[in-house]
């Protein structure tokens, strides 16, 4: 961010008065900019003992599965931003129960909070959307463990057949650290 929204000024980055972060500020009209983390909603979606996952059409990480997700817009609600998000990656038609939220990953290092809902597939007509190359059901020995696209959506399969085995979902939240060495560790903070 390089220039103010409302008067176009130049923005300096410095600490407000009586803040403790550095802030975007105009120095013409005074608005301070704030950046803070964003949604990123998706469904685990179910049909019997499969799940479906859809293979990345777009960066990053073209050509792995994962779960349809992506980022909540403005207006809606994250259950309805992870059912669009079905909808345009997946083209599937889901229904979720009142118990539907089930994994809620903090991700602190790129400053994002996944939320993903179990859903039930309604039918296996789905296709498809342009974020996806192929769409496609698998049952727990035929997930592509090697290929799966990013870890909240590994830790997520991982729970969901453990779970499915004792018929039992509880919802659980996740703090994800990302170390200098560029690993990813997954911490369980909370469960149901
Ligand atoms: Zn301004």
């Known amino acids: 961010m390089k220039y103010c929204h409302h008067c176009a000024a130049p923005l300096a980055l410095r600490i ?21 983390p964003k949604n990123v909603v998706g469904t685990l979606p179910v049909y019997q003992d499969q799940v479906l996952l859809c293979k990345r059409a777009i960066q990053p990480r073209v050509g792995k599965w994962t779960l349809p997700a992506g980022f909540m817009e403005n207006g809606e609600s994250s259950l309805d931003g992870a059912l669009r998000e079905t909808q345009e990656e997946a083209g599937a ?41 192929e769409v496609a059901l698998f049952r727990e020995a035929e997930i592509p463990w090697q290929e799966i696209a990013f870890p909240v959506v590994r830790s997520t399969l991982e729970h ?14 996740f703090d994800v650290h990302h170390g200098e060495d560029r690993s990813i560790t997954t911490h369980l903070i909370s469960r149901s």
């Open 16 to 36: 407000p008065e009586g803040d403790e972060k550095e802030r975007f500020c105009c120095p013409g009209c005074d608005t301070i900019f704030y950046s803070n």
């Open 160 to 173: 969901f057949f453990a779970d499915l085995r004792e018929q039992h979902f509880p919802v659980r939240m």
């Open 93 to 133: 038609e889901v229904a979720v129960s009142d118990n539907s939220l089930y994994t809620l990953f903090n991700l602190p290092a790129i400053n994002q909070v996944y939320m993903f809902f179990r859903a039930e597939l309604l039918s296996l007509d789905f296709d498809p959307g342009v974020e996806s190359l």
